[in-house]
């Protein structure tokens, strides 16, 4: 069965660049969550969806966002960037998004805002 | 909301000693406790979880954990560690409304030989 996908796996952009990211789940998974790490906030989660619907919401600005498609795949997008949004990002999918479910995590996306 | 504290940020030992990863929480409710592992270049791995039940938690690689309520804590440990157990490790909470974690900032544990 393959794991969790992120693409791409590295990235550099420009400050006021606008990026988007790729996460394609387990089969059979209906929950993505996002999460961004950084060496001094840790893991900060973005967000959350479940059936195409946003389910859950961390304290992030408006300029990140995020959508889900019907075969469960999500992209999450980042408009304006600022430098600190250098980050590894990372993407986890479970069954359900409940706490019986394992999330599983995909490698990252690795960004670098120059 | 939930926070989550791992009092060690590294933690440097032995090849074959034991070892504890220290994790404490705070929340009002009761909670879902992890324990995760990242590997360099690499996602998360799922060590183990408690959800309920036996306070004393088995997970993969020879590791535990074991939940005390009264000290809100969840301390991982492996008695006998490897060289291959060096990588960083993450403590995260969720509470019965689950659609997101609270990790703590992380314990890089480094295993000597």
């Known amino acids: 069965k393959a794991g969790v996908t992120q693409t791409p796996r590295y990235l550099i952009k420009t400050r006021g660049q606008q990026v988007t990211l790729s996460c394609s789940p387990i089969?059979?998974?209906?929950?993505v969550s996002w999460y961004q790490q950084t060496p001094g906030q840790g893991l900060q989660f973005l967000f959350e969806y479940f059936s195409e619907t946003q389910r859950n919401k961390g304290n992030f600005p408006g300029r990140f966002s995020g959508r889900q498609f019907s075969n469960s795949r999500s992209e999450m997008n980042v408009s304006t960037l600022e430098l600190g949004d250098s980050a590894l990002y990372l993407c986890?999918?479970?069954?359900?998004?409940?706490?019986?479910?394992?999330?599983?995590f995909g490698p990252g996306t690795r960004l670098t805002v120059t | 909301a939930q926070s989550v504290t791992q009092l060690d940020s590294q933690v440097p030992v032995f090849e074959e000693a034991p070892v504890e990863l220290r994790c404490n929480y705070s929340?009002?409710?009761?909670?879902?406790l992890f324990w995760y592992v990242q590997y360099p270049n690499q996602g998360l791995q799922l060590l183990l979880k408690y959800l309920s039940g036996s306070t004393l938690v088995k997970g993969i690689n020879g590791f535990e954990a074991e939940f005390n309520k009264s000290q809100t804590s969840f301390h991982l440990r492996k008695p006998s560690v490897h060289i291959s157990d060096t990588a960083e490790y993450f403590c995260a909470v969720s509470d019965y409304n689950f659609n997101k974690f609270y990790f703590g900032s992380g314990t890089k544990l480094n295993v000597k030989p």
């Open positions: 929340s009002s409710v009761s909670v879902y």
């Open positions: 089969s059979g998974h209906r929950s």
């Open positions: 986890a999918s479970s069954r359900a998004g409940g706490p019986r479910d394992e999330q599983y």
